[in-house]
């Protein structure tokens, strides 16, 4: 007990000193870093201004941050596993090799993130603030991310199998090997999205919104968009699907390269509606 109030108090002497220096640095463009390591588990800091601190091989798990400001703050091989950060404010933050399972982070401002390598498999994000985020290799497996605004976001390497998005914001995003298998996106929506790659196949998209998303090379293998809306056969053309993706009225799956030439079809690479290669 006694080495655990004596890491808090180090923390928060470093930290909100640190968060001073900060502010009163971003004047001269040249902001002051706080470093931390430690153990703070069960932490109580809702509300604290810990503007810029770095989190450096800590374990925050459980600690409750709801509310905080930690604009510009650093994690590095961090721990807050089933912490709360609800409410709290990460614009700007960097997170690498981190550990942010069953986390919450409900209402929280998130714009601009840089995340590398975080696990926020089974996370509360529900309308949780991500636009113009970058993350990559990033675990949503099973994360609650109904309502969130990932618009303009970069992902890459990115999990969402399992996940609930439900009514959540793609909008002008770029997925790049992306997987959405299992994952509920009823009514989210993906317009102007560059869904490049993108696993979509078992997926729930009912009403979800794909208006001139760019579905080249998108695997629909078994995905059902009988209702969702802004699809056109070009955009179809362009994606991978079989006989079992379920498909809007008037629309057609395109017959492969390798179908075509089964039918003795000629001239195979001229022909119409050939789906590329899966």
Known sequence: MLRRLCHLLVFLTLCLGGAVGYAAAEDRDVARRVAFGGVCVKCDLAGRKLVGCAFMASNFSEANLTGADLRGAEFHAASFVNADLSRSDLRGASI????????????????????????????????????????????????????????????????????????????????????????????????????????????????????????TRADLRGADLSTVRGL???????ACSDGATRLPR?????????????????????????????
């Open 96 to 215: 690498m090799a981190s550990n942010f399972a069953g986390a919450r982070f409900a209402d929280a401002q998130l714009e601009g993130l840089d995340a590398k390598a975080v696990n926020f498999s089974n996370g509360h994000l529900a309308r949780a603030h991500l636009r113009a985020s970058s993350l990559t290799a990033v675990d949503f497996r099973r994360a609650d991310l109904a309502g969130a605004d990932l618009g303009e976001a970069t992902l890459v390497a990115v999990d969402f199998q399992g996940a609930d998005a439900r009514g959540a914001s793609f909008n002008d995003s770029e997925f790049r090997g992306v997987t959405l298998r299992g994952g509920h996106f009823e009514h989210a929506s993906f317009r102007s999205a560059e869904l490049d790659h993108a696993v979509l196949g078992g997926a729930s998209l009912a009403g979800a919104d794909l208006t001139e998303a760019d579905l």
């Open 250 to 278: 008037e629309m057609a799956i395109a017959a492969t390269r390798e179908d075509m030439v089964i039918m003795g079809t000629p001239r195979v690479e001229e022909g119409r509606n050939v789906a590329p290669p899966c």
């Open 232 to 238: 056109t056969q070009d955009q179809l053309d362009d």
